[in-house]
């Protein structure tokens, strides 16, 4: 598969980072954000797992609109560390660490550090996807392909809703479909994951 570069936010332990590195084999480049310790911790020790591929750039950043910092809510690096405490904290018994966290526009990100428009960003940030959409709109009106998990149930603290996602997707020329299926997000959003293309 001929990809330079592709974007891997909310990283995780890497279960897509290293397929992201699989794909793009020696000449392509995988670009992982996670800002969560915990973490980023199991990302790095599984890339020590697979010593052949190509190491990937690991950025200990957690992507929005806005350069500066924030609080990010952790539980031991599950995978609902988020910018916002109730993407976490489901439960009375849940309990999230605080930590102070580095924040960066993509847009940004990319500029700064020279890097081509990527074939292909997954992001899956526990509700910080419009925030993170609205920091990439020169990146929406390029040719990159995006796989976004969406999280409603977290957008309202976020101060975000699904008006201005449905605003930054058509003034960028492009749609947005459930991944697997034809149908478009028009309505109402749905917890689920979905592709963000260039009509």
Excluded at 175 to 188: K, N
Aim: charged residues 25%.
């Amino acid at each position: 598969m001929p990809v330079d570069t592709v974007i891997d936010i909310g990283a995780h332990a890497g279960e897509y980072c290293i397929l992201m590195a699989v794909m793009v084999g020696n000449k392509g480049n995988v670009v992982a954000f996670e800002p969560d310790p915990y973490a980023r911790k199991l990302l790095l020790k599984n890339l020590e797992l697979n010593p052949s591929l190509k190491r990937p750039r690991i950025e200990n950043v957690a992507l929005s609109d806005t350069d500066g910092e924030a609080i990010l809510y952790s539980r031991g690096g599950n995978s609902q560390s988020s910018l916002v405490r109730s993407a976490v904290e489901f439960r009375k018994a849940h309990h999230a660490e605080e930590i102070r966290v580095r924040t960066a526009r993509l847009d940004t990100y990319l500029t700064q550090n020279e890097l081509p428009t990527p074939a292909w960003v997954k992001i899956d940030a526990e509700g910080a996807e419009i925030r993170i959409l609205q920091g990439a709109t020169s990146l929406l009106q390029g040719p990159a392909r995006i796989i976004c998990e969406l999280h409603p149930y977290a957008w309202m603290e976020f101060n975000s809703e699904f008006a201005e996602l449905k605003r930054l997707i058509s003034g960028s020329g492009r749609q947005i479909r459930y991944l697997g299926s034809q149908r478009e997000v028009t309505e109402v959003a749905e917890y689920g994951t979905v592709l963000i293309e260039p009509v």
